[in-house]
């Protein structure tokens, strides 16, 4: 029985003592929170703006797009426009092999590493906005905001430059002398 009294007592010390060292809050870190905690209801609320924005046919910046539809959006009379996403990846794919093509290898081992990692970044990146566009255009096909045949066109389109990227990323291979 004494045992069990020790042992209580020796128990409720040690959590008075844990509960005593522990730091209050002050009323800074108080006021940090808060802040932070405003800081991140306004960024949802520009968020969400911007999700209504482009739910509207609104770009990101409230600005409307100057009356061009994307391609394969339905329009009153039926109409289709080549995607301004689509050119702009292609524009970019077309760039970055050509800067491939220009870049010079360097003979020095380490700036020769660092050159090829950082083009193979690009190439990543790239690669993951192709990724996350077709993403898009799957999620505007299944809420049947493109139709079938806009879906398909671009998805070729797609398809093409995520070939004509890889053989960009064989190209700076070779040319690096680096398989990755």
């Not at 004494?2 to 042992?7: A, L």
């Not at 800074?28 to 609320?45: A, E, G, H, M, R």
């Not at 924005?53 to 797009?65: P, V």
């Not at 993403?135 to 004509?164: G, M, P, S």
């Amino acid at each position: 029985m004494n045992k069990k009294i020790v042992m209580f007592c020796l128990t409720a010390f040690c959590v008075l003592g844990l509960c005593a060292c522990s730091p209050a809050p002050t009323p800074n870190s108080q006021d940090q929170l808060n802040q932070q905690i405003s800081d991140l209801q306004q960024t949802i609320k520009e968020l969400q703006q911007e999700v209504n924005d482009l739910k509207n046919g609104q770009e990101a910046g409230g600005q409307t797009d100057g009356g061009q539809n994307p391609a394969g959006v339905k329009t009153p009379n039926g109409t289709e426009q080549e995607n301004e996403q689509v050119a702009s990846l292609r524009d970019k794919v077309n760039a970055l092999e050509q800067k491939i093509s220009d870049s010079k290898v360097e003979n020095d081992y380490q700036a020769k590493v660092e050159q090829y990692f950082a083009l193979k970044a690009e190439i990543r990146t790239l690669n993951l906005e192709l990724d996350l566009y077709d993403d898009v255009l799957k999620q505007d096909y299944l809420t049947e905001v493109l139709t079938r045949e806009a879906y398909q066109k671009q998805e070729v389109a797609l398809d093409r430059l995520e070939e004509q990227l890889d053989k960009a990323e064989d190209r700076l291979e070779i040319k690096f002398g680096i398989d990755d």
